[in-house]
């Protein structure tokens, strides 16, 4: 079977291994999904994140810390310019404070919050709190 979304896929994984108090997730591996989980390394969300090789193929195993209560793929991935922050805020966001967008910017993968204090816009890739 072939996955059309492996980023949808792996958020979707870690979901419900955080819903079912697991600690410990495998996910496949990919260049975009190693730059979303180290983001939601540096916000706490996930403790750590290793790669193995199985075969000819590479796996992630995630580390859980157990304080996602969301995670998941904005679908279609809508551009996100500077002056509409709080508009996909809270669309995506529970309250203010609480929670990270992850958007794909010329500089890269990033927060919300650092894009919003370099005044760059992107695209909209996931989101979690």
């Known amino acids: ?7 949808a896929n792996a958020l979707s994984r870690i979901d419900q291994h955080e819903k079912l108090g697991r ?10 999904i190693k730059n979303v989980l180290g983001i ?13 090789k199985e075969g000819i193929k590479e796996l992630l195993i995630v580390q859980l810390s157990g304080t996602i209560n969301r995670v998941g793929v904005v679908k279609p991935r809508f551009p996100l310019q500077t002056a509409t922050f709080t508009k996909w805020e809270k669309r995506y966001l529970p309250s203010k404070d609480m929670g990270i967008l992850v958007l794909s910017t010329v500089e890269g993968l990033m927060d919300h919050a650092k894009a919003k204090e370099k005044h760059i816009g992107g695209r909209i890739i996931a989101y979690c709190y």
Do not use: I, P, Q
């Open 1 to 7: 079977m072939t996955l059309n979304d492996t980023l």
């Open 23 to 32: 600690k410990e997730c495998t996910v496949d591996s990919s260049k975009l």
């Open 40 to 52: 939601l390394k540096k916000f706490g969300y996930v403790k750590e994140f290793t790669a193995k």
